[in-house]
């Protein structure tokens, strides 16, 4: 499986209401659209999540599918999900990978690109 057939794509919005800057609390949402440009049915089986903040910390996430649910994405659709993250500082990145079963049963590792965790403002 060439790396173009799976398409991802991150947006990514920091929610105040839910954050504690004074207590070092800093929760992200992130909508994920996974778009299947290949030509056979691909499940979603397991996720696999490094998110690092700005002091460095690492914390790993894995687990199956995603927001309880291991989507089939047929050729040509996209299935997308919108899920969370809590930071103990205001700036941090994830990135990760997916795999998926491919309707032949063959099993393909999808990488996540890295992107960017950040409270409006904190950069200039």
Same mark, same amino acid.
């Given at each position: 499986?060439?790396?173009?057939?799976?398409?991802?794509?991150?947006? @990514?919005?920091?929610?105040?209401?839910?954050?504690?800057?004074?207590?070092?609390?800093?929760?992200?949402?992130?909508?994920?659209?996974?778009?299947?440009?290949?030509?056979?049915?691909?499940? *979603?089986? &397991?996720? &696999?999540?490094?998110? @690092?903040?700005?002091?460095?910390?690492? @914390?790993?996430?894995?687990?199956?599918?995603?927001?309880?649910?291991?989507?089939?994405?047929?050729?040509?659709?996209?299935?997308?999900?919108?899920?969370?993250?809590? *930071?103990?500082?205001?700036?941090?990145?994830?990135?990760?990978?997916?795999?998926?079963?491919?309707?032949?049963?063959?099993? &393909?590792?999808?990488?996540?690109?890295?992107?960017? *965790?950040?409270?409006?403002?904190?950069? &200039?």
């Amino acid at each position: 499986m060439d790396s173009e057939q799976i398409q991802i794509s991150v947006a @990514t919005q920091y929610i105040p209401a839910q954050s504690e800057p004074e207590q070092n609390r800093y929760v992200f949402a992130y909508t994920i659209t996974i778009r299947n440009n290949g030509d056979q049915a691909m499940q *979603l089986l &397991h996720r &696999h999540w490094l998110i @690092t903040d700005a002091d460095g910390k690492k @914390t790993e996430v894995e687990g199956p599918g995603v927001v309880g649910q291991q989507p089939d994405i047929l050729p040509g659709s996209e299935f997308e999900y919108t899920s969370g993250t809590v *930071l103990d500082t205001p700036l941090g990145v994830m990135q990760g990978s997916y795999t998926m079963q491919a309707k032949d049963n063959s099993l &393909h590792q999808v990488a996540i690109p890295a992107f960017r *965790l950040a409270q409006p403002n904190i950069l &200039h």
